[in-house]
């Protein structure tokens, strides 16, 4: 079976920078995604990452280890905004993504 | 901009009901799916489609079927609801997954069964 682990909660600072770990143990690999979703919505797309390294965009960095399987997703500059649910999910086949649990970040003032 | 569209976003059934989850793509996607997402459990796979007529079983596709009748469109069907099956019910539709495509979620269904 997939085994996606992500912490469960994190808590930070406004402007402070959190680090969202995410490891997996899949029958395949064919591209790791983070999600966000706030309360009640539908999760939206962040980041995608495919071969090893970091990849930024903007205040959200996310980065790839395939040897180690593993991956985290970094906020940098938080506002209260960014807090939500982040899901790291692996794309392990042709057409299916399986999830983690979630992580739920809460911004404090 | 994608638009993944589920047409009931909250119902309330009894147990043995039979229960239609509609939902609808415009952006010509082949590859569709039904997730439920429970706390605790993130989300699991269902059902998904990667063309007309075209079904493959999730993770968990006990108690549900699906239909794939038209590109757009995708219903998850409970041939007869259990008090397990509430949930919140997300559909999502993709391009070629092998272009690296990631998926669109559509609002989410909370269904309950009482």
């Known amino acids: 079976g997939q085994n996606i682990d992500q912490p469960t909660e994190m808590t930070a600072t406004e402007g402070a920078i959190v680090q969202i770990n995410c490891t997996y143990q899949?029958?395949?690999?064919?591209?790791l995604f983070w999600y966000q979703q706030h309360a009640g919505e539908a999760p939206t797309f962040l980041s995608y990452?495919?071969?090893?390294g970091l990849e930024e965009k903007g205040r959200f960095s996310s980065f790839l280890s395939r040897s180690k399987g593993y991956s985290y997703l970094l906020l940098k500059e938080l506002q209260m905004k960014d807090s939500a649910s982040y899901l790291c999910?692996?794309?392990?086949?042709?057409?299916?993504?399986?999830f983690g649990a979630g992580t739920t970040v809460t911004v404090r003032a | 901009d994608v638009k993944v569209t589920q047409s009931s976003r909250y119902l309330v059934k009894r147990t043995g009901e039979k229960v239609f989850l509609e939902c609808v793509q415009d952006?010509?996607?082949?590859?569709m799916f039904w997730y439920r997402q429970d706390p605790g459990l993130g989300l699991r796979l269902i059902y998904f489609?990667?063309?007309?007529?075209?079904?493959e079983k999730g993770d968990i596709p006990e108690g549900y079927s699906v239909s794939r009748e038209k590109k757009e469109r995708f219903s998850l069907i409970l041939e007869s609801a259990s008090t397990n099956q509430t949930s919140m019910y997300l559909c999502?539709?993709?391009?070629?997954?092998?272009?690296?495509?990631?998926?669109?979620f559509g609002e989410g269904s909370w269904l309950t069964v009482v």
């Open positions: 999502a539709s993709s391009l070629d997954p092998a272009s690296g495509n990631t998926i669109y």
């Open positions: 489609s990667y063309d007309v007529k075209m079904k």
């Open positions: 899949t029958s395949g690999f064919n591209g």
């Open positions: 999910a692996v794309r392990d086949g042709d057409y299916k993504l399986s």
């Open positions: 952006m010509d996607h082949e590859n």
């Open positions: 990452n495919v071969l090893d």
